[in-house]
Protein backbone atom coordinates (compact mmCIF):
# COMPACT_ATOMS: atom_id res chain seq x y z
CA UNK A 1 0.00 0.00 0.00
CA UNK A 2 1.23 3.75 -0.90
CA UNK A 3 -0.24 6.71 0.86
CA UNK A 4 0.71 9.83 -1.00
CA UNK A 5 0.14 13.72 -1.36
CA UNK A 6 0.86 15.98 -4.02
CA UNK A 7 1.55 19.73 -3.63
CA UNK A 8 1.12 22.91 -3.74
CA UNK A 9 -2.09 22.59 -2.42
CA UNK A 10 -4.81 23.94 -4.46
CA UNK A 11 -8.56 25.15 -2.56
CA UNK A 12 -11.33 24.58 -5.10
CA UNK A 13 -9.63 22.30 -7.37
CA UNK A 14 -7.99 19.78 -8.47
CA UNK A 15 -4.54 20.62 -9.97
CA UNK A 16 -2.99 18.79 -12.88
CA UNK A 17 -0.19 17.13 -10.32
CA UNK A 18 -2.75 15.58 -8.53
CA UNK A 19 -4.67 14.30 -11.62
CA UNK A 20 -1.63 13.06 -13.03
CA UNK A 21 -0.93 11.02 -9.63
CA UNK A 22 -4.39 9.33 -9.78
CA UNK A 23 -3.97 8.33 -13.00
CA UNK A 24 -0.32 6.78 -12.98
CA UNK A 25 -2.05 4.96 -9.89
CA UNK A 26 -4.99 3.99 -11.43
CA UNK A 27 -3.28 2.72 -14.76
CA UNK A 28 -1.35 0.43 -12.30
CA UNK A 29 -3.99 -1.42 -11.38
CA UNK A 30 -4.06 -0.33 -7.86
CA UNK A 31 -7.35 -0.03 -5.97
CA UNK A 32 -7.16 3.92 -5.51
CA UNK A 33 -9.50 5.49 -2.68
CA UNK A 34 -8.79 9.98 -2.27
CA UNK A 35 -9.31 11.07 0.61
CA UNK A 36 -9.18 15.12 1.86
CA UNK A 37 -5.21 15.16 2.77
CA UNK A 38 -4.19 12.15 0.42
CA UNK A 39 -4.70 9.11 -2.00
CA UNK A 40 -4.23 5.81 -0.89
CA UNK A 41 -3.68 2.86 -3.22
CA UNK A 42 -3.08 -0.88 -2.63
CA UNK A 43 -1.73 -3.58 -5.13
CA UNK A 44 0.80 -6.53 -5.45
CA UNK A 45 4.52 -4.99 -4.26
CA UNK A 46 5.43 -4.66 -7.69
CA UNK A 47 2.23 -2.51 -8.82
CA UNK A 48 3.03 -0.29 -6.29
CA UNK A 49 6.54 0.34 -7.20
CA UNK A 50 5.78 0.82 -10.36
CA UNK A 51 3.31 3.36 -9.70
CA UNK A 52 5.61 5.32 -7.44
CA UNK A 53 8.05 5.60 -9.94
CA UNK A 54 5.74 6.90 -12.70
CA UNK A 55 4.13 8.84 -10.15
CA UNK A 56 6.84 10.87 -9.14
CA UNK A 57 8.09 11.64 -12.79
CA UNK A 58 4.27 12.81 -13.63
CA UNK A 59 3.65 14.55 -10.46
CA UNK A 60 6.58 16.36 -11.08
CA UNK A 61 6.51 16.99 -14.67
CA UNK A 62 2.31 17.99 -14.58
CA UNK A 63 4.21 21.66 -11.71
CA UNK A 64 4.54 19.27 -8.15
CA UNK A 65 6.58 20.87 -6.32
CA UNK A 66 6.24 18.21 -3.14
CA UNK A 67 4.85 15.11 -2.96
CA UNK A 68 4.79 12.90 0.28
CA UNK A 69 4.95 9.59 0.29
CA UNK A 70 4.24 6.12 2.86
CA UNK A 71 4.40 3.04 1.58
CA UNK A 72 2.98 0.19 3.86
CA UNK A 73 3.58 -3.38 3.77
CA UNK A 74 0.27 -5.38 4.59
CA UNK A 75 -0.25 -8.88 5.84
CA UNK A 76 -1.97 -11.18 2.90
CA UNK A 77 -5.90 -10.13 3.33
CA UNK A 78 -5.34 -7.31 5.49
CA UNK A 79 -7.98 -4.16 5.05
CA UNK A 80 -6.97 -1.01 4.58
CA UNK A 81 -8.57 2.05 6.59
CA UNK A 82 -9.20 5.08 4.68
CA UNK A 83 -7.33 7.79 4.62
Known amino acids: MVEFTTEPFE???FPDH???ARRAADEA???VTVGPFGTSATGE???VMAA???LLHD???AGANRISFQVSVL????E???P
Request: net charge negative.
Open 52 to 54: VTR
Open 59 to 61: SLD
Open 45 to 47: AEQ
Open 18 to 20: AAA
Open 75 to 78: PVGE
Open 11 to 13: LGA
Open 80 to 82: VAA
Open 29 to 31: GLE
